[in-house]
C-alpha cells in the first residue's frame, strides 16, 4: 500500500514544478546547482522539511522526505538535498544546533566510511555526520578548514570529495546507527525509482514517436518486450520502496525489520535503476549514446548510486547484484 495521501501529491507537484531546469550544469560537472537550492529551500523548506518546528523546521517526516527525494532523482538534479535530509535529521535527533541547515545555510552530508573517501557532496558541505554500523556509533566532525580534494566521479550530478580528517575534531552524538543507515538507504532508493520512473517514461515517449520502416519503433516486438521487462523491473522496485519508506515513517519499527527493509529496498532500487537506465538507452538508439542527450546522466547516477552510503564488502556485494560487477 502506497504510503502517499494527496497532500504528497501536492507537494511532488510544487517539487516538479520547480526543478524543471535546465541540466547543463551538470553537463559542467559541478555537481551543485547553488542558485536552485536556495530557491528549493527558501519556497519549499526541503532542507528543513523533517526537522522538528522547535528546531526551525517544517516539522513533517520520512514520507515527505521520500517524496522530494524521488523527484530530485525525476530531474537528476544536482542538489545536495539527500546528504543533508539524511544527516540534518540525525543532528537533529541529537539535538544538535540544526537552524541554519534547515534554512538552507549550511550543508550537511553522511558518509558510512571512516577515512573519509569519496564523501558525497563532501566538495561543498559545511558539517559531516560520520555513521561506523559496525561500531555502532555517529560522530560529527565540522569542516571548517578540513583539506578536501574535489573528485572526479563517473556520476556528473554529485559532487564527492575526498576529505583528509586527520587531526579534525570529532564528537560523538546519541543517535542509533541503524536508523541513519536505515533513512540514507531508504531515501536514496526513493531518488532511484525517480529516475527510473523517468527513463522508462521518456523511452515509451521516444518509441512511440521515432519512426522506422514506416512505423513507430514500440510497435516492434523487440522495443515492446524491453519497455515491458523496464516496467516490471520499476513495479518490483517500487513495491520495496515503498514498504521501506512506510516502515522507516513509524519510529515503532524495530531495528532488524528496519534493517531488512531498508537494506532490501535499497538492492532492489539499485539493480532495477542500472538495468532500466542501460535498457532506456538501447530503446533511443543511436540519440542515446550521444552526450547531449541525457540519457547518459541517468545512466551515470545509476551506476554510482549502486555503491553510495555503503562500505567495504557491502559495496562489493551490491555492485555484483546490481550488476556492476566486472
Not at 569542516?143 to 578536501?148: M, Y
Not at 515509451?204 to 515492446?224: E, N
Amino acid at each position: 500500500m502506497t504510503p502517499y495521501t494527496d497532500e504528497h501529491d501536492q507537494l511532488r507537484a510544487s517539487v516538479r514544478g520547480l526543478v524543471r531546469t535546465d541540466r547543463s550544469r551538470a553537463r559542467e560537472n559541478t555537481g551543485h546547482d547553488v542558485t536552485l537550492w536556495r530557491r528549493m529551500c527558501d519556497e519549499l523548506g526541503v532542507a528543513g522539511l523533517a526537522i522538528p518546528e522547535v528546531q526551525g523546521g517544517a516539522g513533517f517526516g520520512v514520507v515527505e522526505l521520500a517524496v522530494v527525494a524521488e523527484e530530485v532523482g525525476r530531474a537528476n538534479l544536482p542538489s545536495p538535498f539527500l546528504t543533508t535530509a539524511v544527516a540534518g535529521l540525525a543532528l537533529a535527533a541529537a539535538g544538535e544546533d540544526v537552524g541554519a541547515i534547515a534554512r538552507g545555510e549550511r550543508l550537511a552530508t553522511v558518509s558510512f566510511s571512516p577515512d573519509g573517501r569519496h564523501v558525497p557532496d563532501g566538495d561543498v558541505a559545511d558539517v559531516l555526520v560520520l555513521v561506523d554500523v559496525t561500531g555502532a556509533s555517529v560522530e560529527v566532525v565540522e569542516l571548517g578548514g578540513v583539506p578536501r580534494t574535489a573528485l572526479t566521479t563517473m556520476d556528473l550530478t554529485r559532487g564527492q570529495a575526498h576529505l583528509d580528517l586527520r587531526g579534525a575534531p570529532r564528537r560523538e552524538i546519541d543517535v542509533p546507527a541503524h536508523r541513519v543507515a536505515a533513512l540514507a538507504a531508504t531515501l536514496l532508493a526513493c531518488e532511484q525509482i525517480g529516475g527510473a520512473e523517468r527513463v522508462l517514461e521518456t523511452s515509451t515517449a521516444y518509441a512511440s514517436q521515432r519512426v522506422q520502416f514506416g512505423r513507430p519503433v514500440g510497435s516492434f516486438q523487440a522495443v515492446k518486450h524491453l519497455l515491458a521487462d523496464m516496467l516490471v523491473d520499476l513495479e518490483l522496485a517500487r513495491s520495496a520502496q515503498q514498504h521501506a519508506v512506510a516502515l522507516a515513517a513509524d519510529t515503532g519499527t524495530s531495528a532488524p525489520v528496519l534493517d531488512a527493509a531498508s537494506r532490501t529496498a535499497r538492492a532492489a532500487c539499485s539493480r532495477a535503476f542500472t538495468r532500466i537506465s542501460s535498457d532506456g538507452i538501447r530503446v533511443h538508439g543511436g540519440i542515446g549514446y550521444t552526450w547531449e542527450h541525457d540519457a547518459h546522466l541517468y545512466f551515470r547516477r545509476a551506476r554510482a548510486s549502486a555503491v553510495l552510503f555503503t562500505p567495504g564488502d557491502d559495496a562489493d556485494r551490491l555492485a555484483a547484484y546490481a550488476g556492476l560487477a566486472s
